[in-house]
T-cell receptor
Framework: EAGVAQSPRYKIIEKRQSVAFWCNPI?????LYWYQQILGQGPKLLIQ????????DSQLPKDRFSAERLKGVDSTLKIQPAKLEDSAVYLC???????????????FGEGSRLTVL | GDSVTQMEGPVTLSEEAFLTINCTYT??????LFWYVQYPGEGLQLLLK?????DKGSNKGFEATYRKETTSFHLEKGSVQVSDSAVYFC??????????FGRGTSLIVHP
């Protein structure tokens, strides 16, 4: 079974530029998550999708961050314009999505490391 | 809201030493509890889990017991190896819970 795929692995941009990250979850996983992991901190949830609907985006800075999962499969996270404090690893994860039942195990991609200069 | 607190690192040990990494949580009800491990340059991967009170999760010599009376899920290993050097994350999830992670504890094991 293929794991969660993310690209690019590394990205360096200047502040005020834009960037997009792509994620393809494990086949059949209905739930997809984007997390932000700043160096030395734990992952912070940005957005959770169930199929192509948003379950939670309360911590997504909507003035600059956007995310979509149009066909309920792969997803894109965009930052525009980027700030210095957006430097972090952006992790995508998926789960079987049995909300309300099941154990909630997440499967993570390797992450996309963003450096904003 | 729900939260996970784990001990700060780094934890530095010699090979074959005993390991404990403390984790406590705050949540309404009884979420499932997890330990994830992140090796350098890699994503997080599940180490072990427990889905209800008094359950013990175990994998690769690591163990953790879900204690609802103390809202804890401490990670232990009797004899660590250099290859266990990594960052360990405690997390809660399952059901309607938003998956929530602690800040991570770095483990460094010296030969």
């Amino acid at each position: 079974e293929a794991g969660v795929a993310q690209s690019p692995r590394y990205k360096i941009i200047e502040k005020r530029q834009s960037v997009a990250f792509w994620c393809n979850p494990i086949s059949g996983h209905a739930t997809l998550y984007w997390y932000q992991q700043i160096l030395g901190q734990g992952p912070k949830l940005l957005i959770q999708f169930q199929n192509n609907g948003v379950v939670d985006d309360s911590q997504l800075p909507k003035d600059r961050f956007s995310a979509e999962r149009l066909k309920g499969v792969d997803s894109t996270l965009k930052i525009q314009p980027a700030k210095l404090e957006d430097s972090a690893v952006y992790l995508c994860a998926s789960s079987r999505g049995d909300r309300g039942r099941g154990t909630g195990e997440l499967f993570f991609g390797e992450g996309s490391r963003l450096t904003v200069l | 809201g729900d939260s996970v607190t784990q001990m700060e690192g780094p934890v530095t040990l010699s090979e074959e030493a005993f390991l404990t990494i403390n984790c406590t949580y705050t949540a309404t009800g009884y979420p499932s509890l997890f330990w994830y491990v992140q090796y350098p340059g890699e994503g997080l991967q599940l180490l072990l889990k427990a889905t209800k009170a008094d359950d013990k999760g175990s994998n690769k010599g690591f163990e953790a017991t879900y204690r609802k009376e103390t809202t804890s899920f401490h990670l232990e290993k009797g004899s660590v190896q250099v290859s266990d050097s990594a960052v360990y994350f405690c997390a809660l999830s399952g059901g309607s819970y938003i998956p929530t992670f602690g800040r991570g504890t770095s483990l460094i094991v010296h030969p």
